[in-house]
């Protein structure tokens, strides 16, 4: 299942089927696919994230999200809108901010190069068994 943010992109977690000499290995592992407007990236570089097409792509619950920090829904959302338009406004401005998501990872940009950089830990609680494979290939 994947999760579209408005304005900024989708997070999934994809399947990923890996042959190695010894072993078959079948992993999950996050990815991040950017869908903001491309006037705010002029100049940027961003990898380009194949989603499958079986990934059902689900709209941010701001309800779920109001549940864990006590505002109402109409809060949040503005809240998640406002902090995306700031975002791109930096961007545009050629300012390089990082975007932090907590227990997930960090969109940066390095060298013109805009990116997602997920937590070990996100990496890990995603992939248990075939934990080094996953942190590899993300």
Not at 16 to 40: A, G
Not at 65 to 79: A, K
Not at 83 to 106: C, K
């Amino acid at each position: 299942q994947g999760v579209l943010v408005p304005g900024l992109g989708t997070f999934a977690v994809v399947h990923e089927q890996i042959n190695s000499t010894e072993k078959m290995y079948v992993v999950q592992r996050p990815v991040f696919q950017l869908d903001m407007d491309m006037s705010c990236l002029r100049e940027l570089v961003f990898p380009t994230v194949m989603m499958p097409g079986d990934i059902e792509i689900m709209p941010l619950d701001y309800w779920w999200l109001s549940q864990t920090n006590s505002l109402p829904p109409d809060v949040v959302r503005g809240c998640v809108e406002e902090t995306i338009l700031l975002y791109s406004f930096q961007l545009r401005d050629r300012q390089r901010p990082t975007f932090a998501f907590e227990n997930i990872g960090i969109l940066s940009c390095q060298d013109n190069v805009l990116c997602m950089q997920f937590h070990c830990s996100c990496i890990a609680g995603l992939e248990s068994r075939d934990t080094w494979v996953a942190l590899l290939l993300t």
